[in-house]
């Protein structure tokens, strides 16, 4: 019975990397612009809240705060587009089951994208270079982690 009361409020995080695109045209049907958003999302696909220990973005070996992370380490990005984070992933706070968090967006021209993955180094277009990472715990304190570039199932790490 306990085991069933543990599942029953079990959270599950999991990311999901959305790219939507939209074109401006003219009067004659002309492009005007192309526009790409890339957003990252963390959803809890679980029965119970999930309680955030940590949330943080790891880039060549080294880790930061989500709050800082592109200021400090893409600084040239808000050159290129449009960005916004929206959500920091503060210790403490909660994901609510069937919730979905938007950590944060960028909005680019596309004549803008191979300097934007020039920048980044990234190999392939809207393949990110930097893992973002959250640590969370259950009601029942187990505690998980789960990294936006694995395709695994979090993993319980008490």
Request: net charge negative; charged share 25%.
């Amino acid at each position: 019975m306990k085991e069933q009361s543990r599942l029953s409020v079990r959270p599950r995080l999991t990311f999901n990397k959305n790219v939507t695109s939209s074109v401006t045209v003219d009067d004659k049907d002309s492009i005007i612009s192309k526009v790409v958003k890339l957003s990252v999302t963390v959803r809890n696909n679980g029965l119970g809240p999930a309680i955030i220990e940590s949330g943080k973005m790891m880039d060549k070996g080294k880790v930061y705060d989500i709050p800082d992370f592109f200021d400090t380490v893409y600084p040239k990005l808000k050159d290129f587009g449009v960005f916004t984070q929206t959500y920091g992933l503060e210790a403490g706070g909660a994901i609510p089951a069937s919730e979905i968090i938007t950590i944060f967006t960028y909005q680019y021209n596309t004549e803008n994208e191979k300097k934007i993955y020039d920048y980044l180094g990234s190999p392939e277009y809207y393949e990110l270079p930097f893992i973002v990472s959250i640590e969370y715990t259950s009601l029942y304190e187990e505690k998980w982690i789960v990294e936006s570039n694995s395709n695994t199932h979090p993993k319980k790490i008490n």
